[in-house]
Structures are given as C-alpha cells and as structure tokens.
C-alpha cells in the first residue's frame, strides 16, 4: 500500500497493540526479534519516519547495530501471548520465534524478515542513530528508565514500504 495513505492511530499502535521489531538477514537466518511497545511515526527531513528505541543490552540491538533496515509487524490481538514471549525471552538463549509460532518470512527490498501473521508490517530502512542521555531530558520523569546504566539507543527509520490489511490503507491525501 503507498505509505502516503497509510491509516493508523500511531500511539495506539505502540501502546496497545505492540509491535515486533526484527532486525538481521533473514536469507542467511541470522535475525532476531523484539516486542516493543515505544516509538513513533511521523515525517522527518520530508520522509515517512518511524522512530524506535532499543536498549544495548538486548540481543536484537546487535543486529539492529550490524543491518541497514528493520520490519516492525503489527498482529491482531490473538498474537498478543507470542508478542509477550518475544518481549520477555532473549533470542540469546533460546529459538524465541520457533517457540512463539510465528512464521518469518521475506519482505521485498529487505534483508530482515516480517511475519506472515501479521496484518501490518512496515519495512524500514535506517537514517540516523542517537544514544539517549538522561542528563539532556528536560523533565527527568519523561524517561522512565533513567536510573538504568544502559540507556537505549533511539533509531530513526525511513518507512519505505508498508504491506497490510485494507483496513490501514485510506486514500491518499
């Protein structure tokens, strides 16, 4: 679907329904996933952005660090029990995405995979990088996980493609 008639409710997306970031190459099977529930959608240096964040001591960020795009997939509330152990289990220790049921799959100009499953995926490709610093937050309270010696790493995307249910596709403006 063009991303210019793309329809979702963006906050809604990240702190309801969840989203599944994966990073890596899924040709050469070295990938992993990541449920999130932070970020954002938008417009950056006049393209489509989506904004992630990820901490350095997850495992997906060792791909998110070594891959040039990412897929975040969005699922229907069904998929929430394989969101919550994609979330909560490191892919260092265990094949999590066997173990959720979820169905990788190749995305079209993408190294990482999507999810068959899912009725959006946005296919990404990376644009900027900055580490947050908590000392730089104007109001402290606005960074939840600030007391933690890992701050994440927030991840500006270019959304290049986006596949889905008619349901998120409008008309274009």
């Not at 350095?56 to 069904?78: D, G, I, K, Q």
């Not at 309270?141 to 493609?161: C, I, K, M, N």
Request: proline letters at 8%; glycine letters at 6%.
């Amino acid at each position: 679907m063009p991303l210019d008639s793309l329809r979702v409710a963006p906050h809604a997306l990240f702190d309801q329904q969840w989203l599944l970031l994966t990073a890596g190459d899924f040709a050469a099977g070295d990938f992993n996933s990541m449920t999130i529930s932070w970020g954002a959608l938008g417009t950056i240096w006049n393209r489509p952005l989506v904004m992630v964040a990820v901490r350095p001591t997850r495992y997906t960020y060792v791909f998110m660090e070594r891959y040039p795009n990412f897929t975040l997939s969005a699922f229907a509330p069904v998929y929430r029990p394989a969101l919550n152990l994609l979330g909560s289990r490191s892919g260092r220790e265990m094949d999590k995405i066997a173990a959720s049921g979820l169905t990788p799959a190749a995305v079209p100009g993408c190294s990482a995979p999507a999810f068959m499953e899912a009725e959006l995926v946005l296919v990404c490709e990376k644009m900027y990088w900055q580490d947050v610093n908590p000392a730089q937050m104007c109001d402290p309270s606005f960074y939840l996980d600030s007391a933690q010696p890992d701050p994440h790493r927030v991840y500006f995307g270019e959304a290049r493609a986006a596949y889905g249910l008619a349901r998120f596709a409008g008309e274009a403006a």
